[in-house]
């Protein structure tokens, strides 16, 4: 399960214990935001995106939706989301429970700029009932990122 593969991750640096399970779903930012009792923004929403045949991972705010036109600027190309399907197959976790731990080589993850207003914020952690709180630059450190982007609207208005 992906899940066990996240926690085997963050095993190897002692925060294993800080993940976090729930007895509801936290499957959109909205129930993530429910189960956390926190604001829908500070989910941390991992999206997945094809660009050159393989696999990219957006991490950006609850809050914050793609702009088409800023992200092909960054990516040379349209954004095209993954399937359901691909996003097992590339990326190893089920959506509702996509991050960017524990997950398959070759792997691109970028941190959207919408993130940046937070002290700490809400990432899954490979299942559909999960997360974990962690700061910006735990969130940089963990997440083997590649680097900032500024590809999301929605938040900053």
Known sequence: ????????????????????????????????????????????????????????????????????????????TKAKMLTPDEVVELVGHAVGGVCPFGIKEGVAVYLDRSLKRFETVFPACGSSNSAIELSIEELERYSGYTAWVDVCKGWDS
């Open 1 to 76: 399960m992906a899940i066990e593969a996240v926690k085997e991750y963050f095993a190897q640096f002692g925060m294993a214990d800080r993940v976090q399970e729930f007895d509801v779903s936290s499957a959109t930012v909205e129930l993530a935001a429910q189960a956390l009792g926190c604001q829908p923004c500070r989910i941390a929403k991992t999206l997945s995106f094809l660009v050159d045949g393989r696999a990219v991972l957006i991490v950006a705010a609850g809050d914050a939706k793609i702009d088409n036109p800023k992200y092909k600027a960054q990516f040379g």
